[in-house]
């Protein structure tokens, strides 16, 4: 750990101060060249207190950078996780207040709905099946509340940047057919999803995207989680990581996410709603 508790709260209070005021703050990991992957998840752990301390509850966790090519691109050998609260959630089909965020994009995934605990050292592929009430497709809705480009040096926010900002996550839609595991006659990994904006297809991808096996991917944070002291609760949502690229949306936009067989799930990019 480089920086100290009065910095990681600095931190935290900017990033609170950027999503209030839908300005995003300065680069974090410019801020503090020092910074660790640890002062990281220290930084988002003190951003999701303060919310927590407002009165927001803990409603699941999302998984990011799960493919080889992501990890690649922002140099780091494995997934990041950030935290789902209640006021993330929204219905499928809902209009999404487009002035409540910053710089968006959506990604496709399927989320994983717990009815067992879930905790590591050795969580596998097979305890993520048994602990799953259901899998629903889904859409998660990323920000930016640090500054991906410095407008004076050119300088491209890093990891370190995204993990704190709560790994970009911003919303959740649920929607499609919700399955249980065990009663799916087909292999999960082959689950697909096109995606269109506005009635053009922007991006295709197969849930084998994620770690071979989007159930590899919770088995993954509850492994990860294990080593901050943590674990993941019955009844929690976690999103599994997504299988396509992540789309721009701005204002006036429609998403629709085709699952095939397993339904659909969408939203409206508008003013005001829920």
Not at 111 to 119: G, I, S, Y
Not at 221 to 233: K, T, V
Not at 260 to 268: D, T
Request: hydrophobic share 45%.
């Amino acid at each position: 750990m480089a920086l100290d508790t009065s910095q990681i709260d600095a931190a935290a209070l900017a990033l609170q101060a950027a999503e209030e005021s839908r300005v995003p703050c300065g680069q974090l990991s410019a801020r503090y060249p020092q910074m660790t992957l640890q002062d990281a998840y220290r930084v988002q752990s003190a951003w999701i207190e303060r919310k927590l301390a407002a009165g927001r509850r803990i409603k699941g966790h999302k998984i990011g950078l799960t493919s080889k090519a992501m990890q690649r691109a922002v140099n780091i050998g494995e997934p990041d996780f950030g935290v789902l609260l209640d006021d993330m959630f929204y219905r499928d089909g809902a209009v999404i207040p487009a002035e409540r965020f910053i710089e968006l994009k959506i990604e496709a995934e399927l989320a994983f709905v717990l009815k067992k605990p879930l905790a590591g050292p050795d969580c596998t592929l097979f305890d993520v099946l048994d602990a799953t009430a259901y899998v629903t497709p889904a859409l998660e809705i990323l920000d930016a509340r640090i500054q991906r480009k410095d407008p004076q040096t050119g300088r491209m926010r890093t990891v370190l940047d995204t993990i704190s900002d709560n790994a970009a996550n911003a919303a959740v839609v649920l929607g499609g057919r919700a399955f249980r595991p065990d009663a799916l006659d087909a292999d999960m990994r082959r689950i697909g999803a096109i995606v269109s904006r506005n009635g053009e297809v922007e991006e295709t991808g197969l849930a084998a995207g994620v770690l071979n096996h989007p159930a590899y991917g919770v088995a993954w944070l509850a492994n990860r989680l294990h080593s901050h002291g943590a674990s993941l609760a019955a009844g929690e949502v976690i999103l599994a990581g997504s299988f396509i690229r992540p789309i721009d949306v701005k204002q006036g936009d429609t998403i629709v996410a085709d699952y095939g067989e397993f339904g659909s799930v969408a939203c409206h990019f508008g003013q005001g709603g829920r």
